[in-house]
């Protein structure tokens, strides 16, 4: 705002001012603060406060375009990477490529089974002694201790070149190979409990299928994206002002609890704006 010099200066201000009416000119205080207001020989000026700029939206909401999910991956990966293991149950989480624009996320978290929670939980109600003795005097127990490692879920995200959405797919690695990709593995290891009622019956978001890994061609679940969009529009709002890493948050959230996949709460905080 400028004034020039014969129409108002600074003792003109202070006059009007004080003819204002109090309710006026408490709200002039209130939305510039008066003491931002400066001269100069010519001008009155009025100096703002400095606004924080706002992050970059999403250009193409509920949908993705490749740089926003590869921001997002990336943004996902460095907030786990500063957290290490104090980032709940997720083992790893990784980011790969898989060509000049194409990338997805690994997440690996262990695959719950009723015998590593007993071996747990057995190993904690002995003592340092107790279980030092049991592996010298129990060969059985030793070659147990040396089989392989412990069955993990890997969840693989990528986009979707059709829906542009983030598309799901789960997978169990066991190098016994005991958890084959069928319909009984799916409900007995991977989907909880609460949620095999809906998803036997009439699917979740879209359903729940089988299909071929794009990138290793292997026999894997996945969640089909036909719905993704409508689904994240009404979880977050038609036009909403968000970041693509808040958008995969909140994607995880929507679609992965069906599958046992839950974004660690010290994550979530991390990426909020």
């Known amino acids: 705002m400028t004034v020039e010099d014969g129409e108002m200066g ?93 990338t997805h996320v690994r997440i690996t978290k262990p695959l719950p089974t009723p015998t590593t929670h007993d071996a747990s939980t057995n190993i904690a109600n002995h003592d340092d002694d107790e279980i030092v003795q049991v592996f010298e005097h129990d060969p059985e127990v030793l070659s147990s201790a040396l089989a392989p490692p412990a069955p993990v879920v890997h969840y693989d995200v990528l986009l979707s070149p059709t829906y542009r959405v983030p598309v799901l797919y789960i997978s169990i690695h066991d190098l016994l190979h005991r958890y084959p990709p069928t319909l009984n593995t799916l409900y007995g290891h991977v989907v909880p409990e609460h949620f095999r009622p809906q998803v036997e019956s009439v699917g979740v978001i879209g359903g729940i299928t089988i299909t071929n ?55 979530a905080r991390a990426l909020e704006r």
């Open 10 to 102: 600074e003792a003109a201000w202070a006059e009007r001012s004080s003819e204002m009416p109090q309710p006026l000119l408490a709200h002039i205080g209130k939305t510039v603060p008066l003491a931002s207001i400066t001269t100069t020989s010519r001008h009155v000026q009025m100096v703002l406060p400095n606004i924080a700029p706002m992050p970059p939206s999403l250009s193409v909401f509920p949908h993705l375009t490749d740089a926003e999910f590869g921001q997002a991956c990336h943004a996902l990966s460095h907030a786990f990477q500063q957290r290490g293991i104090s980032s709940g149950e997720w083992q790893s989480l990784h980011v790969i490529n898989l060509g000049a624009t194409t």
């Open 213 to 267: 890994h794009p990138a290793t061609g292997k026999p894997v679940f996945f969640i089909h994206p036909c719905r993704t969009a409508e689904v994240m529009e009404a979880s977050i709002g038609e036009s909403a002002c968000i970041t693509a890493e808040e958008y995969l948050v909140a994607w995880i959230g929507a679609l992965g609890e069906s599958v046992g996949l839950h974004v660690p709460l010290c994550l």
